[in-house]
Nanobody
Framework: QVQLIESGGGLVQTGDSLRLSCAAS????????MGWFRQAPGKEREFVAA????????YYGDSVKGRFTISRDNAKNTLYLQMNALKPEDTAIYYC??????????????WGQGTQVTVSS
């Protein structure tokens, strides 16, 4: 099993940047494909980005493409999400997940508790 803890969320203004981190323990993340999802109040969980085990292949949701960058440091057992040009519609709880390279939440086996990102206009 792997335990995931997200950090780096906060309150920012439109156009600002944030970097989320997801620290893993219990097992190395090199055993997993990793992803970021987000969920806004009253909405379904939305795919944000995914990265293959060795970090070469990435995939992004249309709403964040060109603004967000997913990366991983397997040596540090940490996943990252660099978020630039933030918009109010990016406001959500952001979750990291470990599992199979996919845009579908049910393909991921392990989830963090989430970190809140709020973007004010």
């Amino acid at each position: 099993q792997v335990q995931l803890i997200e950090s780096g969320g906060g309150l920012v203004q439109t156009g600002d940047s944030l970097r989320l981190s997801c620290a893993a323990s219990g097992r190395t993340i090199s055993s997993y494909d990793m992803g970021w999802f987000r969920q806004a109040p009253g909405k379904e969980r939305e795919f944000v980005a995914a990265v293959r085990r060795i970090g070469i292949f990435t995939y992004y949701g249309d709403s964040v493409k060109g603004r967000f960058t997913i990366s991983r440091d397997n040596a540090k057992n940490t996943l990252y999400l660099q978020m630039n040009a933030l918009k109010p519609e990016d406001t959500a709880i952001y979750y990291c997940a470990a599992g199979t390279y996919s845009t579908r939440a049910h393909e991921y086996d392990y989830w963090g508790q989430g970190t809140q990102v709020t973007v004010s206009s």
